[in-house]
C-alpha cells in the first residue's frame, strides 16, 4: 500500500464571514499585509491535497492542529484560543466550530487535476480540527476562524503557519503566512502665533 501524503497546495485568507460567502483577502497563495492596530478577525483557509496517488487514506481519528512562527525564528507553537500573536476566534460572526466546508474552487482557491473534494472543517475553538479523514487521492478545505492580537504584533511581523497531522508537520507546496501592519505614527504639527 502506497503512503498517505497530505500536502498543503494552496492557501487564501478571507475576511471574517460566512463559510461560503465571505471575501478573498489579496490573492491565492500570497501573504497579505494585514492592518493589526486592534485585533483583527480572520480566516486561514487551506487546500490540503492527498499526494500519495494510491490505496492509502487517512483515518477517521486524524488530528490536523495549526501552528505559528513569527519572524522566521523557528519557534512553532500551536493555535489555540490563548496564544499569543494569533489565536483561535471563539465568536466569529457567522461560522461556528466544527461546521462543514464547502469547496471554494470558484472563489480564491486552484482544485488539484486529479481527485475529489471532502469537505472540511471550521475551526473556531482550540485550533485543532479532531477526527477528519482524507481518503486517498482527494482534497478538502479547513479553515481556521483566527484573531490576530495586535499587543502581540509588530509592524512589519510576518506570521507563517503550517499544519500537523497527529503530531507531525506535513508538507507544503506553498508556505501560508500574514504580514503584519501598524499605522505609521501620525506627527502633529506646531503652530506658533506671533503678535
Known sequence: MDAFVPRIDHYAWYEDGSESGSSIVGSEDNAPTRNNDSD??????????????????????????????????????????????????TSPATVSDTDATTDR???????????????????????????????????????????????DNSDTDTIDFRVQLNGTEIADNVGPSIVIDKAAVVATRRVIMVN
Open 105 to 151: 474552487g470558484t472563489n480564491g482557491l486552484t482544485n488539484p487535476g486529479s481527485g475529489s473534494f471532502v469537505a472540511g472543517i471550521v475551526e473556531a475553538g482550540d485550533g485543532e480540527i479532531t477526527n477528519h479523514e482524507l481518503t486517498a487521492d482527494n482534497f478538502t478545505e479547513h479553515l481556521w476562524a483566527l484573531i490576530l492580537v495586535s499587543a
Open 40 to 89: 483583527s478577525p480572520i480566516h486561514l483557509r487551506l487546500l490540503i491535497a492527498e499526494t500519495g496517488a494510491g490505496s492509502a487514506g487517512g483515518m477517521a481519528t486524524d488530528d490536523w492542529q495549526l501552528q505559528y512562527d513569527v519572524n522566521s525564528a523557528g519557534s512553532w507553537a500551536d493555535v489555540n484560543a490563548a496564544s499569543s500573536r494569533v489565536q483561535t476566534d
